[in-house]
Nanobody, 119 residues
Framework: QVRLVESGGGSVQAGGSLRLSCAAS????????TAWYRQAPGEQRELVAE???????NYADSVKSRFTISRDRAKNTVILQMNSLKPEDTAVYYC?????????????WGQGTQVTVSS
């Protein structure tokens, strides 16, 4: 069984920074495409940043130059470094991982971590 555990969320003032971490544990042997999504109250879940299996990174226009996604395959961990945070970044953040477990490729989601940015 594969489990994604997110950490690093919290409350911060505008202009501050947070570092989100998503660790995959269990029977997962390798992580591939990984991404961070967010969902604000009353809004649809949106893609924030993704890093492909080959290492290419893409970002939502609203977070470019402020957020950085990275991956540590040795630790099966995905990181989202968030700088210069704005109140509009307030949301629940979810990690999504495409991973291999027992020879099968599946998509896994974390439970979400709250990020609150005050003005």
């Amino acid at each position: 069984q594969v489990r994604l555990v997110e950490s690093g969320g919290g409350s911060v003032q505008a202009g501050g920074s947070l570092r989100l971490s998503c660790a995959a544990s269990g029977s997962i042997s390798r992580i591939g495409d990984t991404a961070w999504y967010r969902q604000a109250p009353g809004e649809q879940r949106e893609l924030v940043a993704e890093i492909t299996d080959g290492g290419g990174a893409n970002y939502a226009d609203s977070v470019k130059s402020r957020f950085t996604i990275s991956r540590d395959r040795a630790k099966n961990t995905v990181i989202l470094q968030m700088n210069s945070l704005k109140p509009e970044d307030t949301a629940v953040y979810y990690c999504k991982v495409d991973g291999w477990a027992a020879g099968w490729r599946n998509t896994y989601w974390g439970q979400g971590t709250q990020v609150t940015v005050s003005s």
